[in-house]
Structure formats: structure tokens, C-alpha cells
């Protein structure tokens, strides 16, 4: 894996001069990026790793070569999300929730019994064209498993006729019939979000089944070969996992851009999880069948249901933008209320 920079400690310790070097170093930097630090002896590795313990910068991993120890960091937290992104910029669809899977976490209760609850083709279309008008830019497609559905080639290219697109999918049915389906699909302006929630099947088995691991990394490779970009998307548990699937992406050289890891929501199917209430989530406009969602977390929870009325889009979107204003100042009142001296 290469590194963005090098650092020769030239013998320096935490105790004789290292830290402004590691600092100076750092200063050439950006979140996410990989600093290799390399000595001829590797009595520095415990104080570099309690070093970047504090320091919210990760220690990945530690390499001997040619008489030298190499000490792989990688700089800063992972970048935080941008709560800045206006309402309506960015456009999610639920095709529909029928699954050939049924995580034991799923936030929208799919699986292979789930009803189908289809958008439809004609639905996807006319929110495509409008949400090219009023300047969405970027449309997610989720399910479920959209590849399911018979049409779900029409309804991507409808979707990367109106904006860049990423359907997310569990990857597992990339064979046969599908695989020249996903083939016939435009690369320049569809991206696949495929499910990986861990460097190993155990895991990943556990939660979503046995030897759907497998089946996914199959599908990851088929959809690379086949020229897609490829995102890799792990649902986790704790700080440990996230940090694990971490450091099997940057063994991988997977960039940032195309890595997601995210907590369990207790949402759904999930029994455990972090819980999220509305007022937790930056809204993401999220169309299901049934309606317009706050968020694609709960796109079947009724506390985050919005409207029933999906067009015309620009009134849904209205829709979204005004409960979020009276929600804004509610909570602004609250604080007033609640406001202890
Ligand atoms: S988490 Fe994804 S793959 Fe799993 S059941 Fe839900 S929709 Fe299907």
C-alpha cells in the first residue's frame, strides 16, 4: 500500500525530538491519508501506537523490510459526513422490499416473504425527470433487493438519465441472466453500493446468512470486472469492527470515497443498535411506494413518514424542507424551555 508521505524518524524518539516531526509531518496531511514513519529499530512501535491511540490517528499496520520497520498510520478520523447537504440534493428510492436475504438487522424488515411493494417503472421515471429539474444531485436506489426486479435496467437507466446514480445491493445475484443485465448498464454515471460487513464470511454469515459472504465477493469482482465502480458498504456494531473492516479496505486500496461503514440503527429487524430518532437525522429524501420519508433508515416507520403524495416532486421535497423548519424551531424552543439558569 503506498503511503502519502514518509517519515525517517533518523533515530529520534518521543523523548529525543520525534513529536514535532510526527506534528510537521501530520501538517502535510489530510484526514484519511497514509503516513508510513520508518526506523532501524522497533523499540519505538509501543509509544507510537499509544501515540496514535491518542491522537485519533490509526495505527494499520507494521511492516519489517530491508532492515527497516515501517509504521503505517492512517492520518485524522474518517471524514465527517457533510450535514450541510441542502434538503433534496441528494434522492433516495426504495424500488421496492422483497429480498432474497433477511439480515437480522435489516432497518426495513425485506426479505425473501417481504411484499414487494413496487415504485414501478412509470413512478421512477417521473421522478427522475423532475428531480432533474429541480437539480437533485445524486439518486441512491435501494430496496429490498432492486436486482430482483425484472425491470430494474429501465429503472436505472430512467435514474442515470436524471442525475448520477448508486444502487445499493447485497451483490449475491450477479450471474446468468442479471450479470449481462448489469453489463448492458452505463458505467459513467452508475456507481454499485455493494453490502461487505466484514474482511471474513463469519460475520457478515451471521447476520445475513451462510455463504452469502462468498457470494457478495463474487459479485464485488464481477461487477469491477465488468468495469462498474465499485463502493463497499459494512453495517457494524462497534468502533472495533468498523476499525477492523477499516484496515481490510486499506489493505484492499480502497479509496475513501468508496468505502460506507455504518452503525446498526435499531430500526426494523434490528433488536440491538444505536437508536435514531427523527430529530437525530439530517433528512434525506427518501420515495418508497407508500410515500415520502424523512430518511431511508426507517422508509416504513410512520414517525418518519412526511407525505403520502410523492408528486409533483417539488411539492414533496416542500414538504420535507417545511417539517423540517418546524422541527428546527421547536427544538429551538425546547432548548429556551428547558434552559436550567
Ligand atoms: S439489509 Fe439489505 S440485503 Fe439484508 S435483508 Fe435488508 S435489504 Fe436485503
Known amino acids: 500500500m503506498k503511503a502519502h508521505l ?50 485519533h490517528n ?19 478520523d474518517a471524514p465527517a459526513e457533510d450535514d450541510a447537504r441542502p434538503v433534496g440534493s441528494r434522492l433516495w428510492l426504495y424500488t421496492n422490499f422483497d ?12 426479505s425473501p416473504k417481504a411484499p414487494r411493494r413496487a415504485l414501478g417503472l412509470n413512478a421512477v421515471r ?13 439518486l441512491y436506489v435501494t430496496g429490498g433487493e432492486p436486482f430482483l426486479l425484472p425491470d430494474i435496467a429501465e429503472i436505472l ?16 445475484l450477479f450471474s446468468g441472466r442479471r450479470l449481462d443485465l448489469l453489463r448492458s448498464l452505463p458505467r459513467d454515471r452508475l456507481t454499485l453500493q ?14 445475513r446468512g451462510k455463504g452469502s459472504w462468498a457470494r457478495a465477493w463474487k459479485g464485488i469482482e464481477r461487477a469491477r470486472a465488468a468495469g462498474f465502480r465499485v463502493r463497499l458498504a459494512a453495517t457494524v456494531s462497534s468502533e472495533e469492527e468498523a476499525e477492523e473492516f477499516r484496515r481490510f479496505l486499506d489493505t484492499r486500496a480502497v479509496a475513501d470515497g468508496d468505502r460506507v461503514i455504518r452503525r446498526i440503527a435499531l430500526r426494523g429487524f434490528a433488536g440491538d443498535g444505536v437508536a435514531v430518532a427523527r430529530a437525530d437525522l439530517v433528512p434525506e429524501v427518501t420515495i418508497t411506494a407508500e410515500g415520502v420519508y424523512w430518511h ?46
Not at 510537521?24 to 532501524?40: E, F, M, P, S
Not at 499496520?61 to 498510520?73: N, Y
Open 194 to 207: 455493494i453490502s461487505l460487513d466484514s474482511p471474513t464470511p463469519e460475520r457478515h454469515d451471521l447476520h
Open 296 to 341: 431511508p433508515v426507517g422508509a416504513e416507520d410512520a414517525d418518519l413518514l412526511v407525505t403520502r403524495e410523492i408528486f409533483p416532486l417539488a411539492e414533496a421535497f416542500s414538504a420535507v424542507r417545511s417539517a423540517l423548519a418546524t422541527e428546527s424551531r421547536h427544538r429551538e424552543g425546547l432548548a429556551r424551555i428547558f434552559n436550567c439558569a
Open 6 to 55: 514518509e517519515l525517517d524518524t533518523g533515530g529520534k524518539t518521543f523523548a529525543t525530538g520525534l513529536l514535532p516531526d510526527l506534528i510537521a509531518a501530520l501538517r502535510h496531511c489530510r484526514a484519511g491519508d497514509l503516513l508510513a514513519v520508518v526506523a532501524k529499530e522497533a523499540s519505538l512501535g509501543p509509544e507510537l501506537e499509544t501515540w496514535c491511540r491518542f491522537t
Open 58 to 76: 490509526s495505527l494499520i499496520s507494521t511492516s519489517i523490510e530491508a532492515g527497516r520497520v515501517c509504521w503505517l498510520i492512517r492520518c485524522g
Open 157 to 172: 437507466l430512467a435514474c442515470t438519465a436524471g442525475a448520477p446514480t448508486t444502487v445499493l445491493t447485497n451483490g449475491m
Open 126 to 138: 417521473r421522478i427522475a425527470r423532475e428531480a432533474k429539474e429541480l437539480g437533485v444531485a445524486e
Open 99 to 110: 429480498c432474497n436475504l433477511r439480515c437480522d438487522y435489516c432497518c426495513v424488515r425485506s
